[in-house]
């Protein structure tokens, strides 16, 4: 597999990964959602709200859509999960647009990083979007961890479009409309 496709893979697999956690927050009793728990962010509510920031916040880098750091100011958290859950996917599929459009050279093209006090500093694109990827799994897991205290069951959110696992997941990755190629 060449480094495309594995950038165009990781934003199929950030809408499915995010699709399946948000089933599982909605499913939560009342109240839960923005219940103090312990972790990096204090609730469920608050890590979702701060996953979806930070993707616009570096995107938005990427894409040198000219908002930079303002985007920090501009953000507003969202209180229902559903509306959450609506920006989220919008966003992974915005994402997943971005990286199906990435050609030869892309990930080695440099733009530059909006750091406030630190200037405008040169990153590769490649590098961002391994960042933005790793972001996103890292506090997944932390949601998913607050999910074990909570009413829900949390989703398995540590496949990769294996080819065993293919015949559990045909469905979700079918509703979402994407394009995996897999052996099975």
Not at 127 to 144: K, P, T
Request: charged share 25%; proline share 3%; net charge negative.
């Amino acid at each position: 597999m060449d480094l495309l496709s594995h950038y165009r893979r990781m934003a199929a697999n950030n809408l499915w990964s995010n699709d399946r956690l948000y089933r599982a927050v909605h499913a939560l009793q009342p109240g839960e959602f923005e219940a103090e728990r312990t972790s990096f962010f204090p609730s469920i509510k608050a890590t979702l709200n701060h996953v979806l920031l930070v993707d616009l916040y570096y995107l938005g880098m990427i894409e040198q859509d000219g908002v930079g750091r303002a985007i920090l100011d501009r953000y507003s958290d969202f209180d229902d999960s559903a509306e959450l859950a609506a920006e989220q996917a919008a966003f992974d599929r915005r994402l997943l647009a971005f990286c199906e459009a990435l050609g030869e050279g892309d990930l080695d093209r440099q733009v530059f990083t909006d750091r406030g006090e630190n200037g405008q500093i040169p990153e590769h694109v490649g590098d961002l979007l391994a960042h933005l990827f790793i972001h996103d799994i890292h506090h997944r897991g932390q949601v998913h961890a607050m999910l074990s205290g909570a009413s829900v069951q949390p989703p398995q959110l540590d496949e990769f479009f294996l080819d065993f696992d293919w015949k559990l997941r045909r469905d979700e990755v079918t509703r979402l409309g994407l394009h995996v190629e897999t052996e099975a």
